[in-house]
């Protein structure tokens, strides 16, 4: 059983930086693009940074310059470093990922979310 689990989230001051993580665990053959998504309530889930395994990075035009996501394809992780955070980045942020179990096409997983809260 393939899972999807977010860290790094917390309350911040506007300015300030956070690290999200996201580890993929299970039966994994294989992740192709692993990404972050975030969600505020009455909004629907935003696209933030893309990732493929290739390193091909895709960011959503309000986190470019603040945001950069990175991988280790090693550890099954993937990373969200947010510089010069504002009140609008908070949220929660999800995990999401394409993942190949034993060999079979590439399924779509969601991590449970972790809350990005920052303060003016």
């Known amino acids: 059983q393939v899972q999807l689990v977010e860290s790094g989230g917390g309350l911040v001051q506007a300015g300030e930086s956070l690290r999200l993580s996201c580890t993929a665990s299970?039966?994994?053959?294989?992740?192709?693009?692993m990404g972050w998504y975030r969600q505020v309530p009455g909004k629907q889930r935003e696209l933030v940074a893309t990732?493929?395994?290739?390193?091909?990075?895709n960011y959503v035009d309000s986190v470019k310059g603040r945001c950069t996501i990175s991988r280790d394809n090693a550890k099954n992780t993937v990373y969200l470093q947010m510089n010069s955070l504002k009140p609008e980045d908070t949220g929660v942020y999800y995990c999401?990922?394409?993942?190949?179990?034993?060999?079979?096409?590439?399924?779509?997983?969601w991590g449970k979310g972790t809350l990005v809260t920052v303060s003016s």
């Open positions: 990732l493929t395994s290739g390193g091909i990075p």
């Open positions: 999401n990922a394409f993942i190949s179990t034993m060999g079979r096409p590439y399924m779509n997983y």
């Open positions: 299970g039966s994994i053959s294989s992740i192709n693009t």
